[in-house]
C-alpha cells in the first residue's frame, strides 16, 4: 500500500473496499459450510478489522492541524464499536442464530463501506 501512504485521499476507496470485503467475508460464514466459514472467518478478520490503522492514518493526514481531534474521535468510534459489537453479535446469533446474526453483520460492513464512500466524495467536493 505504498500508494495509499503517498495519496491519502485514495485511501477512503480502499477503506471501503476493506470493509465490504469483510462483509462478504461474513456471508460466506453465514453460508455454514465448513471450507466457506474458514475462507469467510480470515476474510472477515482481515479485511474486516484491517481498516482500522488505515482509517486513522487518513484522518489524521487528511485534517492537518486537528490531529488531536480527528484521532480521537475515531479511535472512539473503532473502540467503542469494537467493546460493543461482540455483544450485539451474540444477542443478535441467540434471536436469530449464528448464520442470521453473520448476514445481518455482512449488511453492517457493506453500509459502513457506503457511508465511508459518501463521506469522502462529500469531502472532495468540499475541498
Do not use: C, D, K
Not at 460466506?28 to 482500522?52: I, K, M, R
Not at 434471536?95 to 448476514?103: K, P, R
Not at 465511508?116 to 462529500?122: E, Q, R, W
Amino acid at each position: 500500500m505504498v500508494g495509499a501512504a503517498v495519496a491519502p485521499r485514495r485511501n477512503p476507496t480502499i477503506i471501503a473496499g476493506m470493509m465490504a470485503m469483510g462483509g462478504l467475508g461474513l456471508a460466506l460464514v453465514a453460508a455454514g459450510t465448513p471450507v466457506t466459514f474458514v475462507l469467510g472467518a480470515v476474510l472477515a478478520f482481515a479485511a474486516g478489522w484491517g481498516w482500522t490503522g488505515l482509517l486513522l492514518a487518513t484522518a489524521l493526514r487528511l485534517v492537518p492541524g486537528r490531529a488531536e481531534n480527528t484521532g480521537h474521535t475515531g479511535q472512539v468510534g473503532i473502540y467503542r464499536g469494537a467493546t460493543v459489537a461482540p455483544f450485539a453479535f451474540s444477542a443478535l446469533a441467540g434471536a436469530t442464530g449464528l448464520a442470521g446474526a453473520a448476514l445481518i453483520a455482512a449488511a453492517a460492513g457493506v453500509a459502513g463501506a457506503a457511508a465511508t464512500l459518501a463521506g469522502a466524495l462529500l469531502l472532495r467536493r468540499s475541498g
